[in-house]
């Protein structure tokens, strides 16, 4: 008889620790997160005003290059990435207006472009499930201790000449993407315009592999096969500052 006590108590203990880590798993996977620390701003683009060696013309030469600061309210980051979702095919997008940075052309000699540190606050980013948007921030880009994706140019290539607004150029930025503690260089895709004297818009657009960055996704029901290739796309317009 004292077997009955003894395993009804063998029971509540595992009942008691089974409940325990399910609160943790789910608090790890889909509990709160941190809202953004604040409006995000710019860090300002470093331009060399030294006289450039070959320049097109003398303002060139001159160093004569214009700020530009891309406009949270008209800009948007997303990434796209495919999953299959009770058993059909879904395309999961998140997007966030949250992103910052600068760069400096000199209309005279495009070759001559420098493109500032670019950064997307992680911790707004959204897709069309709020489920979903709690376990990216938790689980896969932990928000709470990296609010910042961040993206370093280092090389801007395919421009040269001079611009005009109206005129549309295709060109490539490479430099190094940082997500949570991870950096690796990636090469971005751009084709720009100059919408006038005064504003830059463009789209810039590269694919990276989620394990290049450690991008682990958690095991969820009814959600299988998510795509290792996960494409970035910055739309986005940049005004004189």
């Not at 005279?108 to 709690?134: C, E, K």
């Not at 880009?141 to 910042?148: G, I, S, V």
């Amino acid at each position: 008889m004292k077997r009955v006590p003894l395993l009804i108590g063998v029971a509540l203990v595992l009942c008691l620790g089974l409940a325990a880590a399910a609160f943790t798993l789910y608090n790890f996977v889909l509990g709160p997160t941190l809202s953004a620390s604040g409006p995000i701003t710019a860090i300002p683009v470093v331009v060399n005003t030294q006289p450039v060696a070959g320049a097109a013309n003398t303002a060139a030469a001159a160093g004569g290059h214009v700020v530009f600061r891309l406009d949270p309210s008209a800009s948007e980051a997303r990434f796209t990435i495919s999953e299959e979702l009770r058993g059909q095919p879904n395309i999961v997008v998140g997007a966030t207006s949250q992103i910052a940075g600068e760069l400096a052309v000199n209309a005279g000699d495009l070759s001559t472009v420098q493109v500032g540190v670019i950064q997307i606050n992680a911790r707004t980013f959204a897709t069309d499930s709020d489920r979903r948007d709690q376990a990216i921030r938790n689980f896969i880009l932990e928000t709470d201790r990296y609010e910042f994706i961040t993206f370093t140019p280092t090389a801007v290539t395919g421009l040269s000449g001079s611009g005009a607004p109206g005129d549309t150029f295709t060109f490539q930025i490479a430099g190094d993407l940082t997500i949570r503690d991870i950096t690796q260089p990636v090469v971005f895709a751009v084709t720009a315009s100059a919408s006038s004297p005064t504003q830059l818009a463009g789209t810039a657009t590269a694919t990276v592999n989620r394990a290049d960055f450690a991008l682990t996704i958690p095991n969820v029901p009814q959600v299988a096969n998510v795509e290792e290739t996960v494409t970035l796309q910055f739309d986005f317009v940049a005004n004189e500052s």
